[in-house]
């Protein structure tokens, strides 16, 4: 069974970071596609950045590009989203996912496994 659990939300001010962590089981995880996205309320889901963790390809938004790192650990089964210079308009509930397709895209229908989301808040 896929499971992936997100971790490391939290509250903090406009230009501070946040580390987020997703847990994942139940698939090979050093051949996937696991991306990461967020959702405002009243807005729709917005994918963020992905990783290839078979050869370690990534992929960001242009919202997020040159202020957020992913990285995957294989040893860990972990992939990490490290937030920096963090803006008010970063706040969301941030979800991980899998695409068993390995199409390497961010429209989040390729996706059919999601966590449960963690919430980050950026205070001005």
């Known amino acids: 069974e896929v499971q992936l659990v997100e971790s490391g939300g939290g509250l903090v001010q406009a230009g501070g970071s946040l580390r987020l962590s997703c847990a994942a089981s139940?698939?090979?995880?050093?051949?996937?596609?696991i991306g990461w996205f967020r959702q405002a309320p009243g807005k729709e889901r917005e994918g963020v950045s992905l990783?290839?963790?078979?050869?370690?390809?990534?992929f960001y938004s242009n919202s997020v590009e040159g202020r957020f790192t992913i990285s995957g650990d294989n040893a860990k089964n972990t992939v990490y989203l490290q937030m920096l210079s963090l803006k008010p308009e970063d706040t969301a509930v941030y979800y991980c996912?899998?695409?068993?397709?390995?199409?390497?895209?961010?429209?989040?229908?390729?996706?059919?496994?999601w966590g449960q989301g963690t919430q980050v808040t950026v205070s001005s």
């Open positions: 139940g698939f090979t995880f050093d051949d996937a596609v």
């Open positions: 990783i290839s963790t078979s050869d370690g390809y990534t």
């Open positions: 996912a899998l695409d068993p397709s390995r199409i390497r895209t961010l429209y989040p229908w390729r996706y059919d496994y």
